[in-house]
């Protein structure tokens, strides 16, 4: 049984910074295509980024320079660095495991709320 366990998140004033952990059992997240998303209320869920199986990432321009994907193969666990944390980052983030074989698989954690107060 696959499952995304995610963590990390909570209250964070403006300017602070969370680490976001993802903790994947049931498959190994070194071989699959790892992502962050995140959903605010009323907002469709946006791709905040992505690790790829060979290790290349990809940041949101909303995020570019403040939050940092990477990946621990040893823990199969991954994670997402927020610094300098905005208001507008306020959202649920969900870790996204895909891969694609013969067919698609897609995994998704619970997720876990983020919220920046001013």
């Known amino acids: 049984q696959v499952q995304l366990v995610e963590s990390g998140g909570g209250l964070v004033q403006a300017g602070g910074s969370l680490r976001l952990s993802c903790a994947a059992s049931?498959?190994?997240?070194?071989?699959?295509?790892m992502a962050w998303y995140r959903q605010a209320p009323g907002m469709q869920r946006e791709l905040v980024a992505s690790?790829?199986?060979?290790?290349?990432?990809n940041h949101a321009d909303s995020v570019q320079g403040r939050f940092t994907i990477s990946r621990d193969n040893a823990k199969n666990t991954v994670y997402l660095q927020m610094n300098s944390l905005k208001t507008e980052d306020t959202a649920v983030y969900s870790c996204?495991?895909?891969?694609?074989?013969?067919?698609?698989?897609?995994?998704w954690g619970q997720g876990t709320q983020v919220t920046v107060s001013s």
């Open positions: 996204n495991a895909q891969l694609l074989l013969n067919r698609r698989y897609d995994y």
């Open positions: 049931g498959i190994l997240v070194r071989i699959y295509d």
């Open positions: 690790i790829s199986s060979g290790g290349s990432t």
